[in-house]
């Protein structure tokens, strides 16, 4: 399915020296703002206070959160535990206060405006589950990374799993570092949004590394160089990556704008996750190719001849 189809390919290769530029400027800045600024990691990682609460009738989570952020306790969470009527509230950790404390005050706040909702459960996350949760989550994106390598590695060369392992970690340290920047909060729904990037930019990255792969293929481009193929390539795919990331990005903004706050973390790294991978699998994976060397001897294997017994 196509909207529109380029007669004429559009040359992106001679453009590579420059989006790569780009992409090592704004891949130094994110890390600049790690290094300087760090995450603003949640109550998952950090440990604090779980409140779980259950109301007689449907309560509205934004005078909830209004509430608790009364309280002036931090980054509190609040957010539906499946119904209108159970509410999970998570608080930091407060060095003051214990954490009895700190679910009586929400509680008798709570019971203020609204006598009829009942404390149900409350838990203390220490500081060393939030570190174990880190080093999960770290061990989750390896683990993926590694997984993209060996795949792509079989699928096609080698050469293609490095440069897509380097444009997909490029969309990573782009989001981390726009959460460092903004200092906003990094909680196991970022992580879960990051993780799904990362499996979106290798799908874009396999769409277009197939079509230059048949396209070393093709005896009507056999007389062309290396990166007339690769541009015939993306230059092919664009009206479908158009189709299929402008639909995908559509449904991600309306997951911002109407999510509320418990979707607001994962929405927001989609979004950006999303254009990044878009840039990144198009002009970075694929000058990435021409820096290592790919050629068409790469993609082609030579066809070997086998000998007639003679009789």
């Known amino acids: 399915m196509e909207f529109f189809h380029i007669k004429r390919d559009i040359p992106f290769m001679s453009y590579g020296k420059l989006t790569t530029a780009i992409s090592l400027a704004t891949f130094v800045l994110a890390v600049a703002f790690l290094v300087m600024k760090g995450l603003n990691l949640g109550v ?17 989570l934004n005078q909830v959160r209004e509430k608790v952020d009364s309280l002036k306790y931090g980054e509190a969470q609040v957010q539906s535990l499946g119904t209108t009527r159970d509410v999970m509230v998570r608080l930091p950790n407060i060095k003051t206060k214990t954490s009895a404390q700190l679910s009586n005050e929400v509680l008798n706040l709570l019971k203020a405006d609204n006598s009829a909702v009942e404390l149900r459960k409350v838990e203390f996350i220490g500081p060393s589950v939030g570190s174990e949760l880190v080093t999960h989550g770290a061990t989750a994106i390896l683990l993926v990374c590694v997984g ?21 970690m490029h969309d990573v340290i782009i989001i981390l570092g726009c959460f460092a920047l903004f200092q906003w909060e990094f909680s196991l ?29 093709k005896p009507n481009l056999r007389g062309k160089t290396v990166p007339e193929v690769i541009d015939n390539a993306i230059t092919a795919t664009i009206s479908r990556t158009i189709i299929t990331h402008g639909s995908t990005e559509c449904m991600v903004l309306s997951m911002l704008i109407f ?7 994962f929405a927001m790294a989609l979004t950006i996750g999303i254009v ?36």
């Open 44 to 60: 998952e990682f950090t440990g604090g206070t779980v409140m779980e609460l259950r109301y007689a009738q449907s309560v509205d």
């Open 148 to 168: 993209i390598i060996a795949y792509l590695a079989v699928r096609f060369e080698w050469r293609f799993a490095v440069s897509a392992v380097i444009a997909n």
């Open 189 to 217: 729904t970022v992580l879960a949004g990051i993780l799904a990037v990362l499996g979106y930019s290798v799908n874009e990255s396999v769409v277009v590394f197939d079509r230059i792969r048949e396209n070393f293929r």
């Open 259 to 265: 999510g509320g706050a418990a979707l607001h973390g």
């Open 276 to 311: 990044f991978g878009i840039y990144s699998s198009v002009l970075v994976a694929s000058p990435l190719l021409l820096m290592l060397g790919v050629t068409r001897e790469n993609m082609i294997k030579p066809v070997r001849i086998k000998e007639e017994a003679v009789v």
